[in-house]
């Protein structure tokens, strides 16, 4: 009987961990995606991006003689007909950890099981399931650090190669055509602005992966936090799709750090910011949807306000934080420094709710991920674990004279910033939709939305009164 392979974020033929087990005894695969409710709920660039992952392994399946078989409703009943039409006994799948996905998850196990179908799932999106990794009282770790501690030197998953073939079904089952998902529908940008942008596929992320350990390990401590660098990996895009698994770039940054790279373990922690953010939702999976700190719940924060839309548009007035909304918003990306920065003025200097700024982020990248996009969030906002705290404002000011001191960051993505605006600033106008009415001759607003001195002042002191009121 054939085994049904439901790929979900995990589009990639190597350490493909429930992929291996649909092989194992030798039968015939189905390899299915399944746009359900957590595709449906998807922002639109990561739909965008979503469809540009599935085209892609489609691809890459039919050169193995396959077939990716697209079907669309509730995943328990796609799978039970599926397998009811097929025959299959048998179906495999890599977890996912959000409320919705582990909802779909559940559901979908006990309904296989019921109806007598083998339902297994595998740990492949992560290096270290949530579980596995406790405190000395045998709870979950809500700070960082300890949790690095205690997964540092844990042995993960060996290696598994990609399959040289899947053997096929005698007939394919039918599947709907990609097109008519239309999952890049939402996104105006897509073709012209964002795919150029975008790294897509298995082989990309690998070459990806080996073009950042062989000329950027080394330098990545020193360099990670300057925008303006090429000095990170860009490997979250290919994470959030599963085009490459968390344990092929550990192992990399493993044997870099192991041939003397300065900076390979301060990316191996990195990867870990990753594994911590999973490992809370999972454990705290309110952390996607309300303060994670129950006291910061009744903090009186906007939930929206005019200069909401000046932020969006990369118009309130402040270089630094306008450069960083114009990247996200044409590259579907933005440098790790910039998301704090403009996260910090969004929830504290404007005073606005951070599920404002995460659900604008989640509309926009297309390395949009639950776990990291609410844990980013929370952490600047201060109502999360281990955060920063709420007094502790960045000043964007600052911090564009010292991370982009020369201010190529901010040239190279504000058309106004710049005598001669490269393509990329003026790309954005293009792409913005024409209600929001700009122009790249429209005058630079002459002064911030919310002034850096009194934005802070104004913060510190709700802070206070919040704080008095508890
Ligand atoms: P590198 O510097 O090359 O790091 C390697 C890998 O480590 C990354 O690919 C990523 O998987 C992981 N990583 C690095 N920094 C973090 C971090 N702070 N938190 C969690 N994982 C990290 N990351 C996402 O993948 N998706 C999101 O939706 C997302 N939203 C964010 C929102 C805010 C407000 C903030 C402050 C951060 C957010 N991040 C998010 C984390 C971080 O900004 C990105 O992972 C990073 O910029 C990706 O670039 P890179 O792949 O070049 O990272």
Redesign the pocket.
Known sequence: APVIMWFRRDFRLADNPALAAALKGGGPVICLVIRDARIDALGAAPAFRYEAAVAKFAETLEALGQKLILRSGPSREVLLDLARETGAGAVHWNRLYDGLSREIDEDVKSSLKASGITAESHGGHLLFEPWSVQTGSGGFYRVYSPFWRAVKDLEVAPAIAAPAAIAAPEAFPASEALADWALGAAMNRGAEVLAPHMCVGEEAAAARLDA?IAAKADG?KAR?DYPAEP???????N??YGEIA?HR?WRAGQRAQASGAKGAEH?LK?????E??YHLIYHTPHIETESWRPEWASFPWRDDSPQVLAWKQGRTGVPFVDAAMRQLYVSG????RA??I??SYLTKHMGVHWRV??KW??EC?I???????A???Q??AGSGPDAAPYFRVFNPQTQQEKFDADGAYVRRWLAEASRNPGQEALAFFEAVPRSWGLSPGQPYPAKPVVDLARGRARALEAYEQHKQQQ
């Open positions: 950042f990545y990670r000095a990170t990996s860009g490997l979250s895009e994470l959030a968390p770039i990316f990195e990867l870990v910011w990753r911590f953010a990306t933005m440098h790790n998301r704090m403009v996260a700024g995460q982020f989640e990248l390395d949009w991920d639950p776990a990291s996009n844990m980013g969030w952490w600047v």
